[in-house]
């Protein structure tokens, strides 16, 4: 069964760091887009991240662009979210993702406004950004 997991969310202070991991089982992520998304109380689910398994594109939301990096580490089946310089804003849970879409034309950017092109996804994991 394909299985997701996050962690390393927690509580930190603006301006500090934090890394996501998400962990794969029952399937290998390298064949697969992958997702980053949080959601805040109050608002919908939105993409953070999208890397691709063709090109090794990735997409970032604007506001976290220059903060936040996504990569892969195929040796442990794990995506990883590094967030730098942590805004309250960023305040949420986070979700990891796999999409089953696939071919040479897949735009992460687009593929991350779509949450429901993505077919296995974590439990999340709480970030909070807070003094």
């Known amino acids: 069964q394909a299985q997701l997991v996050e962690s390393g969310g927690g509580l930190v202070q603006p301006g500090g760091s934090l890394r996501l991991s998400c962990a794969a089982s029952?399937?290998?992520?390298?064949?697969?887009?992958i997702g980053w998304f949080r959601q805040a109380p109050g608002k919908e689910r939105e993409g953070v991240s999208c890397?691709?398994?063709?090109?090794?594109?990735?997409y970032y939301k604007e506001a976290v662009k220059g903060r936040f990096t996504t990569s892969r580490d195929n040796a442990k089946n794990t995506v990883y979210l590094q967030m730098n310089s942590l805004k309250p804003d960023d305040t949420g849970v986070y979700y990891c993702?796999?999409?089953?879409?696939?071919?040479?034309?897949?735009?992460?950017?687009?593929?991350?406004?779509?949450?429901?092109?993505?077919?296995?996804w974590g439990q999340g994991t709480q970030v909070t950004v807070s003094s």
């Open positions: 993702a796999a999409s089953p879409l696939d071919g040479p034309g897949l735009l992460m950017f687009r593929l991350c406004q779509s949450p429901g092109e993505f077919s296995v």
């Open positions: 029952g399937f290998t992520l390298d064949n697969h887009p």
């Open positions: 890397i691709s398994h063709i090109d090794r594109s990735i």
